[in-house]
């Protein structure tokens, strides 16, 4: 049976909200980083491939909302320009995984750099500002 303060919680809770194309990929792109990390940590960096394969293939989700105009950057940017930014940053993330592939740490560390050095590049000019409160 449930508890009334149970029944209160359930109530008040927010609809859980569906995370968009875009959302949904930066959400494997934030794990695969974490794993990148946890490799140059431990010296293993194994698993890093696997999980930036999971990022490429949400791009693709991606792609579609974009074509679609469901998902859209920030107001004045473009979906042309927001594309040509994504594109650079994903061959940022193939030579981490080329360099995580071939087991090199030192080298899989220098080029997390690269690829965190893309995250505010982009969020700063095309995620969408929040909407007033
Ligand atoms: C090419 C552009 C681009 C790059 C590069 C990028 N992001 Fe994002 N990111 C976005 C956009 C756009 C949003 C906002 C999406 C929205 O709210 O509709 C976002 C939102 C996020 C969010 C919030 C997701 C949510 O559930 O609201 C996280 C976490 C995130 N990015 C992590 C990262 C990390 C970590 C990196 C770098 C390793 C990165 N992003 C690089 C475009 C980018």
């Known amino acids: 049976m449930l508890t009334p303060l149970l029944l209160s919680l359930i109530l008040s809770a927010e609809p859980a ?25 431990t010296g293993n960096v194994e698993a890093v491939p696997a999980a930036f394969h999971k990022v490429h293939a949400a791009k693709a989700v991606t792609e579609q909302a974009l074509d ?11 979906v042309a320009a927001f594309k040509k930014q994504d594109q650079t940053f994903h061959q940022e993330l193939e030579k ?7 087991k090199d740490v030192p080298a ?12 505010p590049a982009c969020h700063t000019k095309f995620k969408p500002d929040p909407p007033a409160p």
Request: glycine share 10%; with cysteine.
């Open 17 to 41: 909200k569906t995370p968009n194309a875009v959302q949904a990929e930066m959400v494997l792109l934030h794990e695969a980083i974490l794993v990148t990390l946890v490799g140059i940590e």
């Open 68 to 78: 679609s105009g469901a998902w859209k950057p920030k107001a004045g940017t473009t």
């Open 96 to 102: 981490l995984v080329k360099a995580a592939a071939k």
């Open 108 to 119: 899989t560390a220098k080029q997390l750099g690269a690829v965190i050095n893309g995250c």
